[in-house]
C-alpha cells in the first residue's frame, strides 16, 4: 500500500500508485457500504470538520456521511453565513478552527488555490473539496473507480469530457487522473468554454460533438456552470443542447456499450436529455454518488493514517529530546 | 583639490557601451573627469580628499527608476519616503521617479507639493514626482497638466488605471503636447483584461486562475500609438512585456513618433510559471507571461527596441497578499533587487553591464531630460559602486522597504552595492 500524502488537495501532487491505493481502498468501503459492514473504529476519536465556503448539498452530504461511517466526529460549518462575512480572513477562520483541534478538514472555497493557502496554516489533514476551477480531486477520484467498476479497468479506455470545461474543476481533475492512469482524453465543448493552452494537456480537442464521441468507452457530461460566468460565452442554452447536449442520436456514434456520466447537479435539457440520464443500461450517475461515499472514506482513512503516523513520531522525537 | 578620486575601477559606460579600467574624479557634485590611460599617474595628476580604491569593482552611473510607489500619502504602513530612499540608496538607486496612484491620488498642484517636501526632508536620493493625467485617475477629466508642471510633476500617468474614454485621453495628450508634457501610458486593453490575475495558456488553465491572453498589451499599445499619431503627445508605455507588441513598437518608433518603452524587472527574470503553487508574491500587473515572451523582451532591451527597465516597485503589505491568488494584492518591491536582478541577465550573457546600464540610466535620464545617466564630464556625480559577482540569498526581512513582498525571497543573486552616491555626496555603504 503505497499513500504518502498529508493532505489531499489536487490529484495534481498524486502518483499512480498513491490513486490505485485509493480506489482499492475505496472498492471494499463500497462492497461493505452496499453490505451493511460497519467501520465504526477507523477514525473513532477523530474530529472531522466540513467547511463549505461555497453553497453544496450533495458533496457536503457525502463527506458527512462518510466520516460519520467511519466513526468520525463530524461538524458542518456553513461558512457562506458565518463571520467570513464579517470580513474575517482566510487565514484567520484557517487559524481559529486550528486552534480547535480537528484532525481532518473538509474545504470547499471559490477561489482557485484558497485551500492549498489554507493547508499552510493548519496542522490536520485537509482535503479539497472543490476551489475555484482549480480541481475536485474526490470527484475525479470517484469517477474513477465508477469507470473501473463498470468497464473492468482503468486503462486505455477511450474517454470524452464534454461541455463545460472552462469553468469546470472536476474537469481538470478528471483530465490530470486520467491522464495519469493512460487512458485516451477527448475534450468536447464549443471554443469559448475551453479552457486556453489545452492542446498542452495530453488530450485531442473536439469542437464538433459527433466527431468527438465516435467509439468512446465513456460519456462524461458536465453542468453548464452558469454562476461561473460572466455572461456571453454561448448564444442561448437551446443552441447549446441542440450541438453540445446528449441526447440518443449523438450517443449513439459512442461505443455500444458506453457509460454516461455526470457530476451532478444536471440541467436536464441544457446539457444532457432526461432519458439518458434515466437510462439504467447506459447511465451511472447514480452509481457515481454511491461511490462518492466510498471514495471519500478511503480519502479520509488513508489520510488519518498517515496524520497518526505523523504525530506518533512526533511524540517519539519529543521523548527523545526529553 | 578634487573633491573625490575613484582608482582601480571598472567604468560602466552607458554612452559608450564600453567596460573598461579606469579612474573617476568628482568635484563640487559633478564628475570632471574619466581617465583609462596613464592609471599609475591618477593620483598624481588629480589630487583628491578623498581617494577610494575600487579593487576592480564596477563604477556606474546611479539608476534612474521610472514608476516607483512610494505609498504616501494614503498607506505610510507599506513604505514611507524614509523608507523609499533607504532601499533605493541601498539598492543603487540614485533618481526616483514616484506613482501617483495613492491615497489620494496626485492630481492636484497642492498633493505634490506634500510629496516634494516629503521627499525632500525624508529621502537622500533624488525624487522626482509624476501626476495623474485624469482627475482621481478616473479617466474622466485631464488634471492641471500645466499647474502640476510648474510644481515639479516630471510626467503624467494613471498608472494602471488605463484611460478607456479614447475622448478623453486625445484631449489630454493633446493638451500635454502643448505644454511638452511626458505621458506615460498602460498599455493593457481594460475590458479583455478585467478580473484576470495571469497571463492565459496552459499554466492558467491549470491552476483555474482567470486569465488575460497576451494580446491584451497590443491592443493597448495599438491603441495608443494610433492615438500619438494623431495627436503628435511625448509618449512612454511603462511596460511591455510581450513578443506580440514588439512589432507594433518598432513600426511606431520607425514612423518617427515620440514613443519609448519600458520593461520591469520581474518580467525580464521571471515568467508565467513562477507562480507555481499560488505564490502570490509573483502576482504582478501586467501578469507574468510566458517563456518565450521574457527572451523576445530581453533581446529587444538588448537591440534597444524597449529603452528602459524599471523595478516597478510596488509595496503590498502581508494582509494584501495572504489571500487566495485571484483576490490578492498585485505588484512587488523591487529598489533594492532590481540590480542584482538585472545582474543575471549579465550572468547569463544576454545582456552587457553597459547595455544594462544604458536602459536603467542612461535612457530613462534621457526620456526626462536629465542630466544623471552618464559618466561623462560634466554629469551629475550619482554613481554607484558594486560588485557584479558578490553571491548572497535574499532575505525578505533584510529588505529596508517596509513592504517585504519580493518574489525573489529566498532566491540565489549575485550583486552587491558596496556605494551610492547623489551629486558626489555618499548616502550608502563606506564607513
Known amino acids: 500500500m503505497t499513500f504518502r500524502a498529508n493532505h489531499l488537495l489536487g490529484i495534481e501532487h498524486l502518483r499512480q500508485d498513491e490513486i490505485t491505493t485509493v480506489l482499492d481502498l475505496a472498492d471494499r468501503y463500497a462492497d461493505d457500504n452496499r453490505n451493511g459492514v460497519q467501520h465504526k473504529d477507523v477514525l473513532a476519536g477523530l474530529t472531522q470538520i466540513n467547511m463549505f465556503f461555497e453553497n453544496s448539498t450533495r458533496t457536503q452530504a457525502s463527506f458527512e456521511l462518510a466520516g460519520k461511517r467511519l466513526g468520525a466526529d463530524v461538524m458542518s460549518m456553513a461558512m457562506a453565513q458565518s463571520s467570513v462575512k464579517k470580513g474575517e480572513t482566510l487565514i484567520d477562520t484557517a487559524l481559529t478552527l486550528n486552534a480547535m483541534h480537528p484532525d481532518l478538514l473538509v474545504v470547499r472555497h471559490g477561489s482557485s488555490g484558497a485551500v492549498d493557502l489554507l493547508s499552510q496554516k493548519v496542522n490536520c489533514a485537509v482535503l479539497n473539496a472543490g476551489d475555484g476551477r482549480h480541481e475536485h480531486p474526490t470527484q475525479a477520484l470517484l469517477d474513477a473507480l465508477t469507470i473501473r467498476r463498470a468497464k473492468g479497468r482503468l486503462h486505455r479506455l477511450s474517454i470524452a469530457i464534454c461541455g463545460d470545461i472552462a469553468h469546470s474543476r472536476v474537469a481538470r481533475s478528471n483530465i490530470l487522473l486520467l491522464g495519469k492512469m493512460e487512458n485516451r482524453v477527448r475534450l468536447i465543448a464549443p471554443p469559448t468554454l475551453m479552457p486556453s493552452g489545452v492542446s498542452e494537456f495530453g488530450v485531442e480537442v473536439f469542437d464538433n460533438m459527433a466527431e468527438g464521441l465516435r467509439d468512446v468507452d465513456v460519456v462524461m457530461m458536465l453542468r453548464l456552470q452558469k454562476e461561473r460566468m460572466d455572461g456571453g460565452f454561448i448564444p442561448s442554452e437551446r443552441e447549446y443542447f441542440h450541438r453540445y447536449g446528449l441526447d440518443a442520436a449523438k450517443l449513439a456514434l459512442a461505443k455500444e456499450d458506453a457509460i454516461v456520466m455526470h457530476p451532478g447537479p444536471m440541467n436536464r435539457g441544457v446539457e444532457i436529455d432526461g432519458t439518458i440520464a434515466d437510462d439504467i443500461n447506459r447511465s451511472v450517475i447514480q452509481t457515481q454518488v454511491e461511490m462518492g461515499v466510498a471514495v471519500r472514506m478511503a480519502a479520509m482513512d488513508l489520510l488519518a493514517r498517515n496524520l497518526r503516523a505523523r504525530r506518533a513520531e512526533a511524540r517519539a522525537t519529543q521523548g527523545k529530546m526529553v | ?431
Open chain 2, 1 to 431: 583639490m578634487n573633491d573625490i578620486l575613484f582608482t582601480n575601477a571598472r567604468l560602466i559606460d552607458p554612452v559608450t557601451l564600453q567596460d573598461v579600467k579606469g579612474a573617476l574624479v568628482v568635484k563640487d557634485g559633478v564628475i570632471v573627469a574619466t581617465v583609462t590611460e596613464a592609471l599609475d599617474t591618477v593620483a598624481a595628476n588629480y589630487p583628491a580628499r578623498d581617494v577610494i580604491d575600487c579593487g576592480g569593482m564596477c563604477l556606474a552611473p546611479g539608476i534612474v527608476d521610472i514608476g516607483v510607489k512610494v505609498s504616501e500619502p494614503g498607506e505610510r504602513h507599506k513604505e514611507s519616503f524614509r523608507s523609499a530612499g533607504r532601499a533605493a540608496a541601498a539598492g543603487g538607486v540614485t533618481t526616483i521617479v514616484t506613482r501617483p496612484d495613492t491615497l489620494p491620488s496626485i492630481d492636484t498642484p497642492e498633493t505634490l507639493e506634500f510629496v516634494a517636501r516629503r521627499a525632500a526632508t525624508d529621502t537622500a536620493v533624488r525624487v522626482l514626482p509624476m501626476a495623474a493625467l485624469t482627475k482621481g485617475r478616473e479617466g474622466r477629466e485631464m488634471t492641471e497638466i500645466g499647474f502640476l508642471m510648474d510644481a515639479g510633476a516630471v510626467a503624467f500617468t494613471d498608472c494602471d488605471h488605463v484611460v478607456a474614454d479614447t475622448k478623453v485621453y486625445s484631449r489630454a495628450l493633446t493638451y500635454a503636447r502643448s505644454l511638452g508634457a511626458l505621458v506615460i501610458g498602460h498599455v493593457q486593453e481594460p475590458i479583455l483584461s478585467k478580473g484576470a490575475s495571469v497571463t492565459s495558456g496552459k499554466f492558467a488553465s491549470l491552476r483555474g486562475l482567470p486569465g488575460v491572453s497576451a494580446m491584451a498589451e497590443r491592443m493597448g499599445l495599438d491603441r495608443d500609438i494610433s492615438l500619438l499619431e494623431m495627436t503628435g503627445a511625448k509618449y512612454h508605455a511603462d511596460q511591455i512585456t510581450t513578443a506580440r507588441a514588439l512589432p507594433a513598437l518598432e513600426r511606431a518608433k520607425r514612423n518617427g513618433l515620440d514613443i519609448t518603452a519600458g520593461v520591469g524587472i520581474h518580467h525580464l527574470t521571471l515568467n508565467e510559471f513562477d507562480v507555481a503553487d499560488y505564490r502570490t508574491f509573483f502576482k504582478l500587473k501586467p501578469p507574468l507571461r510566458s517563456e518565450d515572451d521574457r527572451i523576445a523582451v530581453i533581446e529587444a532591451v538588448k537591440s534597444g527596441l524597449i529603452d528602459i527597465i524599471c523595478s516597478m516597485h510596488t509595496p503590498q503589505d502581508e494582509e494584501s497578499k495572504r489571500l487566495p491568488f485571484e483576490e490578492a494584492a498585485s505588484g512587488a518591491v523591487g529598489l533594492e533587487t532590481l540590480l542584482p536582478a538585472a545582474l543575471r541577465l549579465y550572468h547569463s550573457g544576454m545582456l552587457t553591464l553597459p547595455e544594462l546600464f544604458r536602459a536603467m540610466s542612461l535612457n530613462p535620464s534621457r526620456r526626462l531630460g536629465l542630466a544623471t545617466g552618464r559618466l561623462l564630464d560634466g554629469a551629475p556625480a550619482d554613481l554607484i559602486l558594486f560588485d557584479p559577482d558578490a553571491p548572497f540569498i535574499m532575505d525578505r526581512f533584510k529588505l529596508q522597504s517596509k513592504s517585504k513582498n519580493t518574489p525573489f525571497d529566498g532566491a540565489r543573486l549575485e550583486g552587491k552595492v558596496h556605494g551610492t552616491w547623489v551629486a558626489g555626496t555618499r548616502i550608502f555603504g563606506g564607513a
